[in-house]
């Protein structure tokens, strides 16, 4: 602890092992220092909010804690003794760092990393690789990006920007589409193909990597060969895979045909990575929606630079 030894008007801080028993003179000592500076109790209390009396009984109580008196009362103001002189020399200033401190953590607090969370595929296949262009716009702003494939309390995780993928769009002023996703078979050059892989009929002597879980139907290939007028062949024949992650990579590597689409797999057409059947229309489904919930600045910036993202992408 910090215990105040006043002798001959000096003021010596002995730190000992625990300050728990002097903590509470933290609000005589608050008070103090604004009676030491305005040189008054009266103009003390209207600063702190509290009566006088108050602020002299603190006065009075710090003074026998320390066994000094630290005030000469006079008419209608105070005055330090050369005890409070030497003690407020040494306090005020230790309170105005503690000030300082606490001031610093809130402004920290305050301008803390942007938090914005996606779906892993979301993360990994499209924002992602172009957030390297945002930092280099906004390289002031920090961005938290969560990661989860469960749709998370935005208000108790403290998240500014969603991302989601939904059937409809939420009701409310933040939401915004970001775009319409569309699906269709891609397949990697190396992949050892049965037959020409021209039309929809081909892939069902194809081997197609069928997503496991918790996916909507619309997802599975059972849904997009009965769109085609096809009846869809047995899982069994191909391959299993639990993410869509598992499965871009499992196609990228030539494992099978997947069903993917724009935008998540766009990079990969461009480069060659994955390639599609062009006489197969892109069967469109749901909407991704971009959901602002903080209005700070530096939201709206990353929802802004997000939107023309988009639209580039979607020229």
């Known amino acids: 602890m910090v215990k105040l030894l006043i002798a001959n008007g000096c003021v010596n801080l002995k730190v000992m092992g625990n300050l728990r028993r002097d903590v509470h003179l933290m609000k005589n000592l608050v008070v103090f220092e604004v009676a030491s500076r305005s040189r008054s109790f009266t103009a003390a209390a209207a ?19 320390i066994g000094k008196p630290l005030f000469v009362r006079l008419h209608r103001e105070v005055a330090l003794t050369t005890a409070g002189e030497a003690f407020a020399a040494l306090v005020n200033p230790a309170l105005d760092r503690i000030e300082d401190a606490l001031s610093r953590q809130r402004w920290n607090a305050n301008q803390s990393r942007l938090s914005v969370t996606v779906t892993s595929a979301f993360a990994t296949y499209w924002l992602m690789p172009r957030l390297v262009d945002f930092g280099a716009k906004n390289p002031e702003i920090e961005v938290n990006l969560v990661v989860s494939d469960r749709y998370l309390d935005l208000e108790a995780e403290g998240i500014d920007v969603a991302i ?16 319409k996703e569309s699906i269709f078979p891609v397949f990697s050059p190396r992949y050892p193909a049965r037959t020409e892989l021209e ?7 194809e081997r197609l990597l069928y997503l496991s879980g918790k996916y909507r139907a619309e997802a599975r290939w059972s849904h997009w060969f009965r769109e085609q007028g096809l009846n869809p062949p047995e899982e069994r024949m191909g391959i299993q895979v639990n993410t869509y992650i598992n499965m871009l990579q499992a196609a990228i590597e030539g494992q099978g045909v997947a069903l993917a689409g724009h ?8 480069d060659g990575s994955l390639q599609r059947i062009e006489a197969v229309a892109p069967l469109p489904r749901l909407f991704f929606y971009l959901h602002r919930r903080s209005d700070a600045p530096d939201a709206q910036c990353f929802c802004a630079w997000l939107m023309e993202t988009a639209r580039q992408q979607q020229r």
């Open 199 to 205: 039309r929809a009929e081909d892939l069902l002597n």
């Open 47 to 65: 600063e702190l909010g509290i009566s006088r009396v108050a602020v002299s009984r603190q006065i009075a109580e710090l003074e026998r804690e």
């Open 263 to 270: 935008p998540l797999v766009d990079r990969f057409l461009d």
């Open 164 to 179: 989601r993928y939904l059937p409809e769009r939420p009701e409310g002023p933040d939401w915004s589409p970001l775009f």
